[in-house]
């Protein structure tokens, strides 16, 4: 089933439950519901929102993910189910043997994909992908080249401007890229969870203080789609849309997941696409499978393929 990611960010908003559907009551504004079960990830921009403690339990209860933003509207934390798949246990002790020669090849694929994707987000805005398409295919397991900071390097200041700098905690562009980031993170941890992984253990990253170090490797190859998006708002020439405070703007980044990718030759939607790369990441680090189901271009036009759900 195809979840739906929203955002609750009229101010004074009221969440609440009633027959397994999620009440949202907003000032001036007719009272509308949503499917517990329909829901992915709700994102709560709203620091005067209430709630009643049964959303928190049936959304967590269905399977999906609470983020809540700050005053800045960046995401301040999140909640995401801890019983998620029926054969969760057995999984873990699996993700927890397997080798590092395969965690080496699951990072190498993931970062060729996402250098790849950095050359075709580069071909649709520049024409020329920055040498960034031969350095994909050189990747090698492990990455010991890091060949990763290196297409970072050439990528950025094409993307953005010889003057761009990527920043963390500088705003314009660069909040745009946090907040799109710490969106697609939430759904990408959610569907990991949800394939019975370990969060917390992933293949390449390894901070002690990272509770999401899988979610944050299985992110790196969708990362450009949030860098594609960010562009074609900055190609508007307004700089109101270069700012969080316009809800627009955070709009259009959530848009991404209504986008639909090409996966193994499939047309899914977005959010089904990360589900089926994590289940792809669960079956080759409990089972030994080879290859991961990820991302081969950017968004393309019509309808998604319909599909089964990944288990």
């Known amino acids: 089933m195809l979840r739906k990611t929203i955002e609750i960010a009229t101010p004074g908003t009221r969440l609440s439950v009633a027959h397994r559907q999620l009440v949202v009551e907003r000032p001036d504004q007719p009272k509308t519901t949503v499917p517990i079960e329909d829901l992915g990830v709700v994102v709560v921009d709203d620091i005067r929102a209430t709630y ?8 967590l209860e269905a399977g999906a993910t609470v983020m809540v933003s700050g005053r800045d509207h960046l995401p301040a934390g999140m909640m995401l189910p801890l019983d998620a798949h029926h054969v969760q246990t057995a999984r873990h002790i699996a993700q927890v043997a397997a080798s590092e ?6 990072w190498q694929t993931l970062i060729r994909t996402k250098i790849a994707l950095q050359a075709e987000v580069l071909r649709m805005f520049t024409g020329q992908d920055g040498g960034l398409a031969p ?8 990455d010991p080249d890091n060949l990763e900071a290196q297409a970072a390097q050439r990528y950025w200041p094409r993307l953005f401007g010889s003057d761009f700098r990527r920043d963390r905690t500088a ?14 993170r939430a759904a990408t941890a959610r569907a990991v969870v949800a394939s ?16 999401f170090c899988l979610a944050d490797d299985l992110l790196e190859p969708y990362r450009p789609f949030v860098d594609w998006r960010v562009r074609l708002l900055c190609d508007q020439n307004n700089e109101t849309i270069l700012s969080l405070d316009h809800r627009p703007t955070r709009a259009a980044l959530l848009s991404v997941f209504n986008e639909t990718v ?3 030759g499939r047309r899914l939607p977005f959010l089904l696409a990360i589900e089926s790369g994590a289940t792809s990441l669960c079956r080759t680090l409990t089972d030994g499978a080879k290859g991961l189901a990820l991302p081969e271009g950017l968004p393309v036009q019509g309808e998604s393929d319909e599909g ?3 288990d």
């Open 52 to 59: 009643t403690q049964a959303v928190f339990i049936d959304l």
């Open 101 to 106: 020669p395969t965690k080496k090849r699951v």
């Open 135 to 142: 350095m994909a295919r050189r990747v090698r397991s492990g």
């Open 171 to 184: 705003e314009g562009v660069n909040a745009l890229l946090n907040y799109g980031y710490a969106v697609v």
């Open 196 to 211: 019975g992984l370990i969060p917390s253990l992933g293949v390449f990253h390894k901070n002690r203080g990272n509770p």
């Open 262 to 264: 090409v996966v193994e």
């Open 308 to 310: 089964e759900e990944p």
